[in-house]
């Protein structure tokens, strides 16, 4: 029998584990560390120190945590860990996004059929508890992360604090003159029935039809032209536009040409049609326009000139615009100005109708060409074979180009004009002042100062309103005679006063006669007579605010934040809503410091989808491997680039 040597052998003997067990091991550390209270005994000793705040972006209290969560998590628990072991004091304070469409729309799910006559005040309170719940799931989620805060002080939007402060920052952008209600296009979306900001829209792929339609000059009209181009003279004369969306033909009221570019006049068999010169040659390739080009006319003195509408009976005058382009299409815009950003402000310019023949669910509400009731996307072949039946179409083909969705039901979206609440990014100077501030600002990459740069350039006016239930609502009363709305500071105190103490659903069971003085009258009609509002607002506001509800307020941290550390989708989020809603009020943006990480794909680069079925969730690897394993993959990876994921 071979002799055991392992008893002759003189070892050391440990009672320290030769395996690292962590699956195992992990929940007994985190205990002892909480046991412990090593958190809080880590901010004590550091408490007088010089002070590094990193403010916390709220997720969604919505479903289970994703790699993308554990990766901004692990990622701040890293820098502030290293901060506090270097000196500073660095409190970690976690926070929720509690209201928005998420939310309600889950609420919507469970109560069915019955979410139409669910009473608001009991969809709200639905909503509510739905968010406590994610918020408690969620928490012990990051806890098993092992990131260190103060877990039981988190911040929520939905706390009592914390909606009278959203109240009261709105209430500042209203007092500075900032606030409107107007009539615009914005993105909205047909299937979760709201508006939606710049910040809720994502751009994918859409195969959408492209066609070419001429629009008729009438006799009187082309005679205008025929001193300078006499063989106009008997023939007939037409416009061609190209669109890309054919479902906003109903709703044209102009055709936009460049003044400064040259359009040609081409005959074809006996004929006459108008393009921009420069792209005769195109269009020959794609609509067979061959005929032979025997003038060219200045868009600026096509002003004013009148097309038939090709199957409504009305006139498009012609009308100039800067934003015209030659680079595709025919150099002639058809305008919609209910449908439009440019179409809206050349509207405005001209006088046209803000018309926009939509409903709330994308159906047509107009009897022209028979469509009402239809939906828009689906009217599209409808009016394409409208325009054959006129014979008013020219051509059509199919183009795959990058097109707006709902960032929720991932759904595409339309350009609608609505009545929606505003605030002015060129009132005061914001804009100015933002980009101002962003020079100031460190951006981590440094590519970050570019994006953002370019987004607040060109963004339009924020759009706060939302036509939903769950959120806090805005606080305005509007006059029934006037339409104008209360700028009162006792009403606005009021309000204030009254979300403290009972939250923003008492806005829902307050009347009218409660929330305004006695006597008061509309200083714009004298009417006593007022309503209130029934939207709700932006929850990018909501969260914009937090370093007003959160850095302010809040005796662990302080004003302004050094740092705010998100995912790089957060140039056109919480980044820019953050950056907006305290330049806005406090004239500096409430951060020094600004670091994005990228998205965590799969190991071929490709966006995880539940579709697809290459998801993996952090509780799978915790699960398998230990939350160290994980963490041990956030710091080895660069974080600046789409983190791959195998």
Same mark, same amino acid.
């Given at each position: 029998?071979?002799?055991?040597?392992?008893?002759?052998?003189?070892?050391?003997?440990?009672?320290?584990?030769?395996?690292?067990?962590?699956?195992?091991?992990?929940?007994?550390?985190?205990?002892?560390?909480?046991?412990?209270?090593?958190?809080?005994?880590?901010?004590?000793?550091?408490?007088?120190?010089?002070?590094?705040?990193?403010?916390?972006?709220?997720?969604?209290?919505?479903?289970?945590?994703?790699?993308?969560?554990?990766?901004?998590?692990?990622?701040?628990?890293?820098?502030?860990?290293?901060?506090?072991?270097?000196?500073?004091?660095?409190?970690?304070?976690?926070?929720?996004?509690?209201?928005?469409?998420?939310?309600?729309?889950?609420?919507?799910?469970?109560?069915?059929?019955?979410?139409?006559?669910?009473?608001?005040?009991?969809?709200?309170?639905?909503?509510?508890?739905?968010?406590?719940?994610?918020?408690?799931?969620?928490?012990?989620?990051?806890?098993?992360?092992?990131?260190?805060?103060?877990?039981?002080?988190?911040?929520?939007?939905?706390?009592?604090?914390?909606?009278?402060?959203?109240?009261?920052?709105?209430?500042?952008?209203?007092?500075?003159?900032?606030?409107?209600?107007?009539?615009?296009?914005?993105?909205?979306?047909?299937?979760?029935?709201?508006?939606?900001?710049?910040?809720?829209?994502?751009?994918?792929?859409? =195969?959408?039809?492209?066609?070419?339609?001429? &629009?008729? @000059?009438?006799? %009187?009209?082309? #005679?205008? !032209?025929?001193?300078? *181009?006499?063989?106009?003279?008997?023939?007939?004369?037409?416009?061609?536009?190209?669109?890309?969306?054919?479902?906003?033909?109903?709703?044209?009221?102009?055709?936009?040409?460049?003044?400064?570019?040259?359009?040609? =006049?081409?005959?074809?068999?006996?004929?006459? &049609?108008? @393009?921009?010169? %420069?792209?005769? #040659?195109? !269009?020959?390739?794609? *609509?067979?326009?061959?005929?032979?080009?025997?003038?060219?006319?200045?868009?600026?003195?096509?002003?004013?000139?009148?097309?038939?509408?090709?199957?409504?009976?009305?006139?498009?005058?012609?009308?100039?615009?800067?934003?015209?382009?030659?680079?595709?299409?025919?150099?002639? @815009?058809?305008?919609?100005?209910?449908?439009?950003?440019?179409?809206?402000?050349?509207?405005?310019?001209?006088?046209?109708?803000?018309?926009?023949?939509?409903?709330?669910?994308?159906?047509?509400?107009?009897?022209?060409?028979?469509?009402?009731?239809?939906?828009?996307?689906?009217?599209?072949?409808?009016?394409?074979?409208?325009?054959?039946?006129?014979?008013?179409?020219?051509?059509?083909?199919?183009?795959?180009?990058?097109?707006?969705?709902?960032?929720?039901?991932?759904?595409?979206?339309?350009?609608?004009?609505?009545?929606?609440?505003?605030?002015?990014?060129?009132?005061?100077?914001?804009?100015?002042?933002?980009?101002?501030?962003?020079?100031?600002?460190?951006?981590?990459?440094?590519?970050?100062?570019?994006?953002?740069?370019?987004?607040?350039?060109?963004?339009?006016?924020?759009?706060?309103?939302?036509?939903?239930?769950?959120?806090?609502?805005?606080?305005?009363?509007?006059?029934?005679?006037?339409?104008?709305?209360?700028?009162?500071?006792?009403?606005?105190?009021?309000?204030?006063?009254?979300?403290?103490?009972?939250?923003?659903?008492?806005?829902?069971?307050?009347?009218?006669?409660?929330?305004?003085?006695?006597?008061?009258?509309?200083?714009?009609?004298?009417?006593?007579?007022?309503?209130?509002?029934?939207?709700?607002?932006?929850?990018?506001?909501?969260?914009?605010?937090?370093?007003?509800?959160?850095?302010?307020?809040?005796?662990?941290?302080?004003?302004?934040?050094?740092?705010?550390?998100?995912?790089?989708?957060?140039?056109?989020?919480?980044?820019?809503?953050?950056?907006?809603?305290?330049?806005?009020?406090?004239?500096?943006?409430?951060?020094?410091?600004?670091?994005?990480?990228?998205?965590?794909?799969?190991?071929?680069?490709?966006?995880?989808?539940?579709?697809?079925?290459?998801?993996?969730?952090?509780?799978?690897?915790?699960?398998?491997?230990?939350?160290?394993?994980?963490?041990?993959?956030?710091?080895?990876?660069?974080?600046?680039?789409?983190?791959?994921?195998?």
């Amino acid at each position: 029998m071979p002799e055991d040597y392992k008893d002759t052998l003189n070892l050391p003997r440990t009672t320290f584990p030769m395996k690292a067990n962590l699956t195992r091991r992990e929940p007994e550390f985190l205990r002892f560390w909480e046991e412990k209270g090593i958190y809080r005994k880590l901010q004590e000793q550091n408490r007088e120190k010089p002070a590094f705040i990193l403010h916390d972006g709220p997720p969604y209290a919505n479903g289970h945590i994703h790699m993308g969560h554990a990766l901004n998590k692990v990622l701040k628990d890293i820098i502030i860990k290293y901060k506090g072991m270097k000196g500073f004091y660095s409190p970690y304070v976690p926070g929720w996004d509690c209201h928005g469409l998420p939310i309600e729309l889950q609420v919507d799910k469970k109560l069915g059929k019955k979410k139409h006559e669910t009473p608001i005040t009991e969809k709200r309170r639905l909503c509510r508890e739905y968010a406590e719940r994610f918020v408690n799931i969620q928490r012990e989620e990051f806890k098993r992360l092992g990131v260190f805060g103060d877990w039981e002080r988190p911040y929520l939007t939905m706390t009592y604090g914390y909606e009278a402060t959203i109240a009261r920052e709105f209430i500042r952008f209203i007092r500075n003159g900032s606030v409107y209600k107007g009539k615009k296009p914005v993105h909205w979306c047909p299937s979760c029935v709201t508006a939606l900001a710049e910040a809720e829209v994502e751009y994918d792929e859409k =195969v959408s039809p492209s066609v070419y339609v001429r &629009f008729r @000059v009438s006799e %009187e009209e082309a #005679e205008k !032209l025929e001193g300078s *181009i006499p063989e106009l003279k008997g023939h007939t004369l037409y416009f061609i536009i190209w669109t890309t969306t054919p479902w906003t033909l109903p709703a044209n009221l102009a055709l936009a040409v460049h003044p400064d570019v040259q359009y040609a =006049v081409i005959e074809k068999d006996g004929e006459f &049609f108008i @393009v921009a010169s %420069e792209l005769q #040659e195109s !269009l020959m390739e794609k *609509i067979g326009l061959d005929g032979k080009r025997v003038s060219l006319i200045r868009g600026d003195a096509l002003e004013g000139l009148k097309a038939k509408h090709p199957f409504i009976e009305r006139q498009s005058p012609v009308i100039t615009g800067e934003f015209v382009t030659t680079t595709e299409g025919t150099g002639i @815009v058809h305008i919609a100005p209910g449908h439009g950003e440019d179409d809206y402000l050349a509207g405005l310019r001209y006088g046209l109708e803000i018309y926009a023949p939509v409903d709330d669910y994308g159906r047509f509400t107009t009897d022209d060409g028979g469509l009402r009731g239809e939906f828009v996307f689906k009217a599209n072949e409808t009016i394409i074979d409208i325009l054959k039946e006129r014979k008013a179409l020219m051509g059509r083909a199919e183009i795959t180009h990058s097109y707006p969705h709902c960032w929720r039901c991932k759904k595409p979206v339309i350009f609608r004009a609505t009545e929606q609440w505003f605030i002015s990014v060129d009132h005061n100077n914001l804009r100015q002042a933002c980009l101002e501030e962003i020079e100031r600002v460190r951006w981590i990459p440094d590519w970050g100062k570019e994006r953002i740069r370019g987004m607040v350039e060109r963004r339009p006016d924020w759009c706060v309103s939302r036509q939903r239930a769950w959120g806090v609502p805005i606080t305005a009363l509007n006059c029934t005679n006037c339409g104008d709305f209360v700028k009162d500071d006792l009403f606005f105190e009021r309000v204030i006063r009254l979300f403290s103490e009972r939250g923003s659903d008492a806005w829902f069971d307050a009347t009218v006669e409660e929330l305004l003085p006695e006597g008061y009258r509309c200083p714009s009609c004298g009417s006593e007579t007022f309503k209130k509002d029934t939207d709700i607002l932006d929850v990018w506001f909501d969260s914009g605010v937090s370093h007003a509800a959160v850095l302010e307020t809040d005796e662990r941290l302080k004003w302004p934040a050094e740092m705010y550390l998100e995912g790089s989708d957060q140039h056109r989020g919480w980044f820019q809503s953050s950056l907006l809603a305290s330049v806005g009020t406090r004239k500096r943006a409430p951060y020094n410091i600004v670091l994005t990480h990228g998205f965590v794909v799969d190991g071929k680069g490709k966006k995880m989808s539940k579709s697809i079925g290459n998801v993996i969730s952090p509780d799978d690897i915790i699960k398998k491997n230990g939350a160290e394993v994980l963490r041990i993959w956030v710091s080895a990876e660069d974080y600046r680039n789409d983190v791959r994921l195998s």
